[in-house]
């Protein structure tokens, strides 16, 4: 692991595409070549290192609720999908801050 806690700010988000880019950004170019850029691909790299693993014990959405300003109807679909996911993920921590 090269770091305990990964912090992906929520704010700004206006679109499922933009959701998928600020996620790449901040996870790193080199985790994230083959990432699929969707929320089976993100429960792959989560659930079990696969392209786009974030390679920490703590992954943290900040201001997950500022999602719900996105046009495109998917944020609620979005956050339960990601909150499920904390729910079911056992060796690392994800947050909806």
């Known amino acids: 692991m090269t ?5 992906i700010d929520c704010r700004g988000i206006d679109s499922t595409a933009s959701f998928w880019e600020r996620y790449v950004e ?3 170019p080199e985790n994230c070549v083959d990432f ?11 659930s079990g290192g696969g392209p786009g693993w974030p390679d920490v014990e703590h992954l943290v959405y900040e ?10 109807g998917e944020a609620a679909f979005l956050l339960q999908r990601l909150s ?14």
């Open 84 to 97: 499920d996911m904390a729910a079911r993920l056992t060796h690392m921590k994800l947050e909806l801050a």
């Open 63 to 72: 201001n997950s609720k500022a999602l719900l300003d996105m046009p495109d």
């Open 3 to 7: 770091a305990t806690t990964l912090t």
């Open 26 to 28: 901040v996870v790193g």
């Open 36 to 46: 699929g850029r969707n929320l089976d691909a993100l429960w792959d790299a989560l």
